[in-house]
């Protein structure tokens, strides 16, 4: 029997993780309660508007946890990422480079989304606030990274030529195999 690769462990173990943070938040949800979470009614527009008073009080129980499962999930999707590549020893750094980079902007947006909510950190950046700008600027495109390795790499990472061949080998004798049987 084959033992699991180290990055199919590695994937299990992050999966867990990332359960484990759900569970904290929801145990945090059942024993400290929601009263205000969700907002309160607007004073002119109460039957169709929210307002959530402040973002810092809101937030100061679950935003680390947000963080932490905003990292597993960048770890997981690099992770499985790798799981498609060939060769991977030489590969892999280049992929966990771009994921690092993905993770930094996620975290910086949480962090400056934080004190932002304390009342510092008010620039705007391209039109919008800072932590807003980091999500569509840093967050929104990291991804473009992978999109560019993929394009950039796909004959020789994840679909060779010589494998392509193969493939087309392998269709023409079930195709010829179907006829010969009809």
Known sequence: MNRPSALSLTLLGLLVAMCLVIGVVVTIGLLVGTDGLHGIPHDKFSRTMLQGGSGSERHANVRW??????????????????????????????????????AAAFAMMVIVDHFYAMGSARAIVMGFPLPTAIMMYGVGGAPLAFVLLYVLNFDQWILTPDDFEKFEKLVRSKREQSEADA
């Open 65 to 102: 946890l947000g963080l932490s499962l905003g990292l597993l999930q960048v770890s997981f999707f690099v992770g499985c990422l790798l799981l498609g590549i060939r060769g991977l020893a030489g590969r892999a750094p280049v992929v966990i480079l771009c994921g690092t980079l993905y």
